[in-house]
C-alpha cells in the first residue's frame, strides 16, 4: 500500500468515527428536543437553505435572520440536537449563520425538502412542535402592519397549509394572490390575519421570538 492510499484510509476511518460520535448524540438528544428540529425547519423553510453540494462532498445549512433576536434560538436549537454552534456573520442588512455538517443536514433532510417552492409542513407529534414551527417561520416571514399580521410566500400549497394549522389555534385567515407583472417571476401569495380576536389568539397562543415584531404585536394589541 503506497503512503497517499494508507492516508486516505486514515482519513476515512477518522472521518466515520467522527459521524458516529455524530450520529449517537443525534439518536440520544432527538426525541426529548424534536420542537427544536421544528424551530430550525420553520427558520430554513422561511430565511434559508439546506445544500449538497460538489456530488454530495458538501453540505451546508445558512440562515439569514434579520435581527440579532433570532440568533439565539436558532443556535440553542442546533446545540441541544447537533452539539453544534453555527458561525455567525453580522451583513449589512441581516445576519449568516452558516453550518457544515453532512450529519447535520442529512437528518435535517429527512423532513423533506425546504425550497421555497415546495416546502411542507412537517409531521407534528403535539402542540409544542406545532408552536416552534408556526413561530419560527413567522418570525422569518411576517410582518406586523398596522393592526393586522401578513406574510407572504411562492409556496401556494405551503400558504394553505398554514391557513389550516392556525385553525386549530382559533387563528383566521385568509389567502390573497399576487399575479407579478413579469411572467418569469411566481406569483405570491399572502397570508392575512386581521381580526382582532385572531391577532389576539395569535399573540397568546404562538407569538414571536423576533422581539421587534412581538413588541410591535404587543402595542397594537393594547391600542385596539
Known sequence: MNRSEHNRKVALSRW?????????FIRKNSASNRYLKMRMLGYLAGDGYVS????????????FPDHESLIKPFVEASQK???????????????????????VVLDILEEGDLRSLVWRLPSFN??????????????SEASVVGTRISLGSVNESGVK?????????????????Y???NDNWNDVFFLIITKK?????????????????????KRVLSTK
Do not use: C, M
Open 161 to 177: 397549509q398554514i391557513q389550516e394549522l392556525l385553525k386549530e389555534f382559533n387563528v383566521e385567515a385568509k389567502i390573497y394572490k
Open 16 to 24: 466515520k468515527k467522527v459521524r458516529d460520535r455524530e450520529e449517537k
Open 126 to 139: 403535539n402542540k409544542k412542535e406545532k408552536v416552534e414551527w408556526l413561530r419560527a417561520f413567522f418570525d
Open 81 to 103: 440536537l447537533y452539539g453544534k454552534s453555527p458561525g455567525v456573520k453580522q451583513l449589512k442588512n441581516h445576519y449568516l449563520l452558516s453550518l457544515y455538517s453532512k450529519t
Open 52 to 63: 449538497v453540494r460538489n456530488e454530495g462532498k458538501n453540505y451546508t445549512i445558512r440562515f
Open 179 to 181: 399575479i407579478q407583472k
Open 197 to 217: 380576536a385572531s391577532v389576539k389568539s395569535y399573540f397568546n397562543e404562538i407569538g414571536f421570538n423576533h422581539s421587534l415584531k412581538a413588541e410591535k404585536l
